[in-house]
């Protein structure tokens, strides 16, 4: 079974938003032709879905800096703006994006002493979603991954997928996602494919 992860496709992580990625609403009519193609059984999309006052939040640090480090639970942490806020429009799918089509919303980053990058588990790798259970109980055997941050969420999504899922095959479709930094994307491609991601193009998919 074919199934297609869209990472964080939000308002937030959009021009516009709170924690805008660069050209993030780019991915949006890309997403919608893979959702489209036929080629996937099952698709599932991550919303970043943080409670006010959110521990990775500068604004909950007296006298921190949004995009420096800091601390959490004791971790080191980046600092980031209040964003994706549980029930404001930040936090709401990019309106544009064909979010009807999703057979499952996975909810990320409810824990407020606690970052979630992965769609499937905490920065602590200790609280699972349950996501991982879910593909594996609907017999997913191939995955593909995109979205929002390529650096960040789509990454760490990628890898813990890997490892969280016996036997999944995983890919990343390059350029329906997008990054915060050039670098912090090449890193992230280099990781991701030095443990057995497949970097492709949607064209792959849609003619596949």
């Known amino acids: 079974m074919k199934a297609l992860l869209l990472v964080d496709i939000q308002n937030g992580f959009c021009p516009g938003g709170n924690l805008p990625v660069p050209d993030g609403d780019k991915v949006v009519p890309i997403a919608n032709s893979l959702i489209d193609s036929g080629k996937y059984d099952l698709i599932v999309a991550s919303q970043d879905w943080h409670p006010p006052g959110h521990g990775s939040f500068a604004s909950a640090h007296p006298g921190a800096a949004p995009f420096e480090m800091g601390e959490l639970s004791g971790k080191p942490q980046m600092m980031w703006p209040d964003h994706c806020v549980q029930g404001t429009l930040d936090a709401e799918f990019h309106p544009a994006l064909k979010s009807a089509e999703i057979d499952l919303i996975q909810q990320k980053g409810e824990d407020p002493d606690i970052d979630s ?71 992230a491609i280099d990781e991701m494919r030095s443990h057995g991601i497949a970097i492709i193009d949607s064209s792959k998919v849609l003619t596949g």
């Open 117 to 187: 990058y992965s769609a499937f588990r905490d920065n602590d790798r200790d609280a699972s979603t349950g996501l991982s259970d879910f593909l594996e109980d609907q017999g997913v055997t191939d995955l593909d991954v995109c979205g929002l941050a390529t650096d960040y969420c789509v990454k760490f999504s990628a890898l813990d997928a890997l490892e969280m899922i016996p036997g999944v095959r995983v890919r990343f479709i390059e350029d329906a996602s997008r990054g915060i930094t050039p670098d912090g994307v090449a890193a």
